[in-house]
C-alpha cells in the first residue's frame, strides 16, 4: 500500500470488548454482565418502569466502576490514529456501543456514542441531558426544570432508538474502511454497520477476540486481544500516512 491508497475516509465502530482489559465487563462472555443480570429487567424502559430503584442502582455501580477504570493501549491507539489521520487530511469516525469514556480518557476528540453515556443523565420531564458522575436515585431533582423522580440514566435501552444514526450513515456511506473492535454483533442496528458499509463500497475489517456473529461479512480479521491487535492495526496504518 502507497501513501495514495491509505484509506481516505475510516469508521471505527467499538464494543465493549475494547474495554474489557480496562476491567469492564462485557456482556454477552461467559460471566458477562446479561449472564448475571436479567437484561429484560436491566436495559428496557419496561424494566425501569416496573422497577425503578433497582435499575438505578445497577447504573450507580456501573458509574461508580468508571471511577477506578483507565484506558487501555487499544483506546490509546485509536486516540493517536484520529489525530495521525486528522493532521493527515483524512476522515475517521469513533462510534461507539460502549457507555464508559475510556476512550475520550485516552485522547479521541470525537466519539458517537450511539447507546448513550453513563456519565450522563436525562430528565424524563423536560428532556435534558447532564453531565452526572454520581449516583441518582428516585428522589434526585432535575437540576434544569427541578422534577422529582424523573431522571433516568442517559443510555438506550432495547426498544429505544440509538443516538448520532443520520451522521453515522453518512460516514459509512463515505468511507473506504470499515472497522469492528470488541464487538459480539448481536444488537442491530450496530451489527449491520458491516454490511452498509460493504454496500457502499468500503473493505471491512473485523479485529476482536474471536469470530463474531457478523464475521463472514468482513474482508479480513485479525484476532487476538484488543490491546496487541488495535495497536498492531493502527501502526499498519499510520505507517502509510
Ligand atoms: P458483547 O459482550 O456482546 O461482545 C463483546 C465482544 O468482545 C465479544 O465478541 C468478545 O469475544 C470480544 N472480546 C472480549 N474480550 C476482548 C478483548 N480483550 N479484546 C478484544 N475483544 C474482546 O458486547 P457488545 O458487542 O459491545 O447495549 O454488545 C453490544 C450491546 O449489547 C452493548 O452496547 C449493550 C449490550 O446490551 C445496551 O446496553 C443498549
New binding site residues.
Given amino acids: 500500500m502507497s501513501n495514495a491508497n491509505a484509506p481516505r475516509g475510516i469508521v471505527v465502530l ?5 474495554s ?2 480496562s476491567g469492564l ?5 461467559v460471566d ?3 449472564t448475571k443480570y436479567p ?1 429484560e429487567d436491566l ?1 428496557t424502559p419496561e424494566g425501569f418502569a416496573r422497577n425503578p430503584d433497582f435499575v438505578q442502582g445497577f447504573y450507580n455501580d456501573r458509574r461508580a466502576q468508571l471511577k477506578t477504570s483507565e484506558p ?1 493501549a ?1 483506546h490509546v491507539a485509536l486516540a493517536r490514529l484520529e489525530a495521525a489521520l486528522q493532521a493527515a487530511g483524512r476522515r475517521f469516525t469513533l462510534v ?4 464508559d469514556h475510556l476512550h475520550e480518557t485516552a485522547g479521541s476528540q470525537n466519539v458517537l456514542h ?3 453515556e453513563l456519565l450522563k443523565v436525562r430528565c424524563q420531564a423536560c428532556g435534558s441531558v447532564v453531565r452526572w458522575p454520581d449516583d441518582l436515585t428516585s428522589k434526585t431533582h432535575c437540576p434544569v426544570c427541578e422534577a422529582t423522580g424523573l431522571m433516568r440514566p442517559h ?4 426498544g ?1 432508538m ?1 443516538l448520532y444514526m443520520d451522521e453515522i450513515e453518512v460516514e459509512l456511506s463515505r468511507a473506504d474502511l470499515f472497522v469492528s ?7 442491530y442496528p ?2 449491520g454497520f458491516v454490511q452498509l458499509a460493504r454496500r457502499a463500497g468500503a473493505r471491512t475489517l473485523e ?7 457478523g464475521a463472514t461479512f468482513f474482508d479480513e480479521a485479525r ?8 495497536p498492531d492495526w493502527a501502526h499498519d496504518i499510520m505507517k502509510w500516512l
Avoid at 443510555?155 to 432495547?158: A, D, P, Q, T
Avoid at 470488541?182 to 444488537?187: D, E, F, I, R
Fill in positions: 467499538t464494543g465493549a470488548g475494547v474489557a482489559e465487563g462485557t456482556f454477552r462472555d458477562g454482565i446479561w437484561l436495559a487501555n487499544a461507539t456501543q460502549n457507555v450511539m447507546h448513550g443510555v438506550v435501552w432495547f429505544e440509538p473492535i470488541g464487538t459480539s454483533g448481536n444488537v450496530a451489527a479485529l476482536n477476540l474471536e469470530p463474531s456473529d484476532y487476538g486481544k484488543a490491546s496487541d491487535v488495535v
